[in-house]
């Protein structure tokens, strides 16, 4: 195979620029999630690859639930800092306001959109788990753009 073209051909899959964030007990995180899909309209769901490394894998994998939040267009700097794990200060995650809903996940202020989920089945192949979740509580705060990687210079494939 040539690793190049592979890399090139992989990276042109169009991929959108998300915070996922969880929380179990005293522990919160959230991370920049690039691969998500949405997988059934009844009921609604989405498939998403989260890292096996990460703190929010980990506390996906205690509660069985999360929230995803998009970002518009002028959002990339939010997206830069979940690159790196962030800190929970009180009611904040990331330097982000949160307050809890439905599934116990922050869920972020300023954000155009997000929606909750619980996990329903997973497959733990390679070095990311893939997440079917079925959506569980949607809001819509303003119906604009959605960030996506082709919108950055970065490159999360291949």
Not at 18 to 25: E, S
Not at 54 to 61: D, P, R, W
Not at 122 to 146: F, K
């Amino acid at each position: 195979m040539d690793l190049e073209a592979k890399k090139i051909a992989l990276r042109m899959i169009s991929s959108g620029l998300y915070i996922i964030t969880c929380k179990h007990g005293e522990e919160a995180s959230g991370a920049t999630l690039s691969w998500l899909n949405q997988a059934s309209f009844t009921p609604p769901m989405v498939s998403m690859g989260i890292r096996k490394e990460s703190h929010t894998h980990a506390l996906i994998e205690k509660t069985k639930k999360c929230a995803i939040h998009f970002l518009n267009r002028e959002q990339k700097d939010i997206a830069e800092t979940f690159f790196k794990p962030v800190e929970l200060d009180g009611t904040t995650l990331g330097g982000l306001e949160f307050e809890i809903k439905t599934t116990g996940a922050p869920i972020l202020k300023g954000l155009p959109a997000y929606i909750e989920c619980e996990i329903k089945n997973q497959l733990d192949e390679g070095d990311h788990t893939i997440y079917l979740a079925e959506v569980i509580e949607a809001e819509v705060r303003e119906n604009v753009p959605s960030l996506g990687m082709r919108d950055t210079p970065w490159h999360y494939g291949g």
